[in-house]
């Protein structure tokens, strides 16, 4: 029970440190699942990704395909915390580039949940 009291307050302390330094932060959780047997627990912390990244997200999106150009766009937005980590975890697992990428977008408003009505 101390452990998870300590794992709580450690977890507390290093948000409060990431809000301090960035502002506003988003943590991300994602399980992969390698195969039937196998799956990969991952987490990340992202600041708020900024307008210039995201027109340079769009723009190479043709350019450069969904791939690379997720990946470029959201190690933009990963805390210096967690970037060696996500990097390493992008070559063993290069799908998450584009569902972190979706992720990222929807914070600044490009979302399917849009309805439009003829009247």
Known sequence: MEDLKNNSTAKADRDAELRAKYGKVYSLGMTVFEDDE????????????????????????????????????????????????????????????????SKLTDILGLTNAVNLKKL
């Open 38 to 101: 196998t799956e990969a627990e991952l987490s990340y912390h992202f600041k708020r990704p900024s307008i210039a990244s995201y027109d340079r997200y769009v723009k190479t999106l043709s350019q450069i395909g969904a791939s690379k150009a997720s990946k470029r766009f959201m190690l933009d937005a990963v805390v210096d915390e967690d970037k060696k980590r996500l990097e390493a975890d992008v070559e063993l697992y290069p799908g998450v580039a584009i569902a972190i990428g």
